[in-house]
């Protein structure tokens, strides 16, 4: 029975990722891992702080070198102090071996073109294209944009009975949630970033929040690579600079030399009127793409029938 139903064509093929595929979804998921371990001790000394009514800290990083010295400043009990110097001897190991897993998928993503061409989107970096590009694997297997949005569970839930109207709910969050959580954190970072990916989120924010605008713009980041990897083309609103500021951390992941003494197109993002000038074009198709939705906001409501005036009679 198995063999006719597959001979028919009622058993499609499930697609098996190859070797370098799965290595880099090992590879990601350990970095993933580590993050969150990282997270979980961030979290653990910020409750011991708090349960000593400490302000929080004015340093953007509660880890880092500043931090660390402000940490110091507080009046904290013995034992709160060793614990707190254990969550911190615990976060430089992992972030050592955060560095080294970061250098290993550097060095396979390095010249990888679907890696590079990902990275032209606003707010995708090496770690979230490697992801992406990690659950996706042969994007050829979907016939549709949409069919990339359902495996990555960015898609509206469906509930129907019978002939009666459609209710449409949360996302499914099915498939493959790593990826999904990726994009939904490049949609926060393309909402800071000057372009039309920016727009849309402002659009939705207006109308349903930011979450919400967050999932739906991780939802048109999914649709624009399944556009960019089908056609083999790069995003048409890419700043030169900052791709290649891009490019350059992923060689310096890997291990790659440093040139002090040499300037690349890297160094273009440090110049203010290279960066001024690549913005000035995002911002004008952030401005047309404003301009094209902003009659779809204000639309005139149509009078009730017992509201309109009838007419006298003779």
């Not at 011991?48 to 940490?71: E, V």
């Not at 040139?259 to 690349?264: D, I, L, S, W, Y």
């Amino acid at each position: 029975m198995l063999a006719k139903l597959y001979a028919t064509g009622f058993l499609p093929e499930v697609w098996v990722p190859d070797e370098a595929t799965l290595a880099l979804r090992r590879q990601v998921a350990r970095r993933t891992q580590l993050v969150r371990q990282r997270v979980r001790l961030k979290n653990l000394i910020q409750s011991i702080l708090h349960a000593h009514l400490i302000p929080p800290c004015p340093h953007g990083n509660l880890t880092g070198i500043s931090g660390r010295k402000w940490i110091a400043a507080q009046r904290l009990p013995d034992d709160e102090r060793a614990a707190v110097h254990r969550h911190l001897a615990q976060i430089d190991l992992i972030e050592g071996s955060l560095k080294d897993v970061e250098a290993d998928i550097a060095r396979a993503t390095m010249s990888d073109p679907v890696i590079r061409r990902l990275m032209t989107l606003p707010g995708v970096d090496m770690a979230v294209a490697a992801g992406v590009a990690a659950a996706i694997g042969d994007v050829r297997r979907f016939s549709d944009p949409t069919k990339l949005v359902g495996y990555l569970g960015l898609n509206p839930s469906t509930r129907q009975s019978g002939e009666g109207p459609a209710y449409h709910g949360r996302i499914t969050k099915q498939g493959r949630g790593q990826a999904r959580g990726m994009l939904v954190e490049a949609a926060w970072a393309a909402a800071r970033s000057p372009g039309p990916l920016r727009a849309f989120f402002q659009r939705i924010t207006a109308k349903r929040g930011k979450p919400i605008a967050a999932v739906a713009t991780a939802r048109k980041l999914a649709m624009i690579i399944w556009h960019m990897l089908t056609k083999g083309e790069d995003y048409i609103w890419v700043r030169p600079a900052l791709l290649a500021r891009k490019f350059r951390s992923i060689e310096l992941k890997a291990g790659l030399a440093t040139e002090h003494a040499k300037r690349g197109a890297a160094y273009d993002y440090n110049i203010p009127e290279k960066r001024a000038a690549e913005r000035v074009r995002v911002e004008e198709a952030e401005k047309a793409y404003d301009g094209f939705t902003s009659r779809w906001r204000a639309k005139p409501r149509a009078e009730p029938r017992s509201a309109k005036k009838m007419p006298a009679p003779a």
